[in-house]
């Protein structure tokens, strides 16, 4: 990963913005971007700042370990709140506004928690990239009055990373992760078995020591995707990622010669889309 410079005016504007509030609620992903606003809000608000992190069957366990842990670090105030997309049969049915159900439970459960705490401002950590891919979730963002400072001071994704490596965040070179769903094509049922069924298989291959990949679950087919630069590893390690998937319920194992890339679950809709509809987000 080539290191981007450090902006330190940016950092400036963001701690700006968090002083001009009173209390802060973010929503905590532990990922690099809601770590960085966590992180400011925190030092700049101390206790009237808490990060919020969404707990359901879509988020692995592997990340909802190391978010805590993070916040820790942090020295972040954290609380972990259950949310129940998963029990929503518009979600379950897995059409491509699958995000934005996910997200109207979220936000709800987020704006609610912050309307009975007193606290003024909400926020998640949309930079200013994200609008260049598809993401309805922001539609619920929008319904929830969810602010995005790091979009609206106009941090890409390269600022968010040189400014968390400032800061000494361990996670500023963390790869993009994404909630388990992604990995189901659309129109299949999404079930917390199934979702369970992806996180055992990816954690099989995380333990192998492959960091970036994703497995895409097609019935009884599992499809790897690693970046090309892995494709003799996982070749090399051929009988012990295929053994491991098998053993996590899938008869088939296949690697996927286009690599790891972000989306690849939207390629089927390339064409199919209505005028005005948002596919769901990359991951």
Known sequence: MIEAPFNPAKLKLLREW??????????????????????????????????????????????????????????????????????DVRYQANGTNRCFHCKDHVYQTLRRYADDHAFDRVVDGMNAEDTLDMRPGRAAAKLHGIESPLHELGFTKDDVRAAARHLGLSNWSKPAAACLASRI???????????????????????????????????????????????????????????????????????DLQGLRSGSMNEVLAGRQQPGVVLAQPV
Not at 24 to 31: F, K, R, T
Not at 189 to 197: F, G, N, R
Not at 224 to 237: A, G, K, Q, Y
């Open 18 to 87: 968090m002083r001009s509030s009173k209390r802060v609620l973010v929503a905590y992903s532990g990922g690099v971007d809601s770590s960085l606003v966590l992180r400011v809000a925190t030092e700049e608000l101390e206790q009237e700042a808490l990060g919020i992190l969404a707990v359901s069957p879509s988020l692995p366990d592997s990340e909802r370990q190391q978010a805590v842990e993070l916040a820790q670090v942090m020295g972040a105030r954290l609380k972990l709140v259950p949310t129940h997309e998963t029990d």
């Open 185 to 255: 094509p659309y129109g299949t049922t999404v079930t917390p078995e199934l979702l369970s069924q992806v996180e055992r298989a990816e954690a099989a291959l995380h333990a192998l020591g492959f960091t970036e990949l994703r497995v895409r679950h097609h019935g009884d087919t599992a499809r790897i995707e690693v970046p090309e630069t892995c494709f003799d590893d996982l070749m090399v390690r051929r009988a012990e990622v295929i053994a491991a998937l098998k053993t996590n319920g899938y008869t088939y194992v296949a690697m």
